[in-house]
């Protein structure tokens, strides 16, 4: 049989390319992680004193590939999307908020663009089609292959050539169900352990929403065999742009802060489809969706802060931010025993 005449079902899956990506991730950098760890073991302090601070510069040396990083460049993307889901009420707000909040972006008024201002980072907001929501999941896949990978390609192009550190958030009305639908089918359980009020839905809302993602997930759930198609018929294009960014991230060996429950609903297909694949990510905050929680605990992610925050745009990640700041201030400024004259340990 001849390739052209193949059987549908033998065709190679539209995401095998990026399942391809997966199976070569490079490793951080060992010799760089040893050096900084013996630094922090000469600083004058008891060893350990700073806690995860001392984690958090060790890591950034070993992705940075370095003994004492930097954080000179740190951007952060926010990726923007609309859903076909919304007509069935899943939010207190309508689809327009999306691309209203994108120029409010623009023109510096939102709170991401006032917390990269504080702590030091680029802000890039990406739009994804604003005039063509996906399609309605309960109805139908909400991505085509080729605009998953679109989406896919997309936040992997936005990844800037020169950074020390990348930021993710996002913004789109309804992409809490959408995430909710997506971590249900790849981690289990019913639809309302995974769903949350978003925007602000009241217990009724939430309640219509639950079930609007359980009809999503009988619809698509037993064809969704790898991660990469559950991100296509449960996802958005925020959703993935977010994972082609943090798969790009990892190929460069870029550090990545993630921030709420999209954002960490993204990385978790990364995560199901090869184990480790978000070594080089941190979780930024705990978000007061109930669900991340449970998330991040699959994830294996302790978050940095816990700020009771559920904005989403990127903030939580901006917040911590200024912690790693503060980490690599330690670790790079601080004086050794040696340097400083006292005395260590026998």
């Not at 990364?270 to 070594?279: H, I, Q, R, S, V």
Request: charged residues 20%.
């Amino acid at each position: 049989m001849t390739p052209g005449n193949r059987p549908k079902d033998a065709e190679t899956p539209w995401w095998e390319r990026f399942a391809r990506r997966l199976e070569a991730l490079p490793a951080p950098d060992g010799q760089a992680l040893a050096a900084a760890r013996a630094r922090q073991d000469t600083l004058t302090k008891p060893p350990g004193a700073l806690g995860r601070l001392e984690d958090m510069a060790c890591w950034l040396a070993a992705w940075q590939g370095r003994e004492t990083p930097s954080l000179d460049h740190v951007s952060a993307l926010v990726f923007a999307g609309n859903h076909g889901v919304t007509a069935q009420g899943v939010s207190s707000y309508p689809a327009s908020v999306t691309a209203q909040m994108v120029e409010n972006f623009e023109r510096g008024g939102a709170a991401i663009c006032q917390l990269c201002d504080a702590y030091g980072a680029e802000l890039s907001v990406i739009p994804l089609d604003l005039d063509s929501p996906t399609a309605d999941m309960t109805l139908e896949p909400a991505m085509s292959s080729e605009a998953c990978e679109e989406g896919l390609a997309r936040g992997a192009a936005a990844v800037p050539d020169q950074t020390d550190l990348l930021l993710l958030g996002e913004m789109g009305i309804g992409n809490t169900t959408a995430a909710a639908a997506l971590a249900c089918a790849l981690l289990g359980g019913e639809a309302k352990d995974w769903t949350g009020p978003g925007a602000g839905l009241d217990e009724p809302g939430v309640v219509r929403k639950a079930e609007i993602v359980a009809r999503a997930l009988a619809l698509h759930l037993d064809a969704c065999t790898h991660p990469f198609e559950a991100l296509r018929r449960l996802g958005g294009r925020e959703l993935a742009a977010l994972t082609g960014a943090i798969l790009e991230a990892r190929a460069r060996r870029v550090p990545v802060l993630l921030d709420g429950y999209v954002c960490c609903a993204a990385a978790l297909v990364l995560e199901k489809a090869a184990a480790g694949a978000l070594d080089h990510c941190l979780a930024s905050h705990l978000s007061a969706e109930p669900a991340h929680g449970r998330l991040l605990s699959a994830l294996g992610k302790q978050p940095i802060v816990d700020l009771g925050m559920r904005l989403g745009e990127g903030t939580g990640a901006a917040v911590a931010l200024g912690i790693l700041r503060g980490a690599l201030a330690a670790h790079n400024g601080m004086a050794t025993f040696a340097e400083a004259g006292v005395d260590n340990r026998e």
